[in-house]
């Protein structure tokens, strides 16, 4: 599986350097903070980051504080939430706040590679879902307008039949309408055939992904 960013968010240096050796041993990119607010910053850049890691009890802010401030900012990233005691309402307000998993402390290696790279695939996920979405709209805008496109053609046509039939002149911008009419149905067609492929192809990343999150 293709490795990606990972941020980690803890105001304790020694399980930021655990975690980032874990994680990079892994193969994982991995940039810590101690500081949330220094996180929010870089997190409001435009390189793309695959899971964010946070601690939920931090001086400054925590976990949720940070959760939030990221959702004000319309910043969509798989989170992990690390808590030294296991609580259902803090559970239920971390998975509110757009948290994935929670892991109680002391941490296990094995338990932060399987739920970083879970998080990281869910993202993906979702990221493909998106996509498939928005091309989903996108071809049904090209068929609307294909069949806009072959019924004009069809009334251009028509009206170039019953002027032959009744022995009157044929104009010569009924013949562009319905020769532009053509090029533009086949132009149309092409895009639709694109955006199939396209589609064929991110429901099967979609369909691998999803198998994976099973796992």
Known sequence: MEKGL???????????????????????????????????????????????ITDFRMPEMNGLELMGKLNDQKIKIPAIMFTGVADKELAIKALNAGCHYLIEKPLRNQELIHYTE???????????????????????KLLKELSSNYESRFNHAENIVYLNKSGSQVKPEEVQG?????????SIENEVQDSNKTMEALAKEHKMLKNMIRR
């Open 6 to 52: 990972v941020v980690i968010v803890d105001d304790d240096r020694e399980i930021l350097e655990v975690c980032s050796e874990v994680l990079m041993d892994q193969g994982f990119e991995v940039i810590s903070f101690e500081n949330p607010l220094e996180a929010i910053k870089a997190l409001m850049g435009s390189r793309r980051v695959d899971v964010i």
């Open 118 to 140: 879970q998080a990281m695939v869910y993202g993906r996920w979702e990221g493909i879902s998106d996509r498939l979405l928005q091309e989903c709209t996108h071809l049904i």
């Open 178 to 186: 319905y020769l532009k009419n053509i090029s533009n149905g086949i």
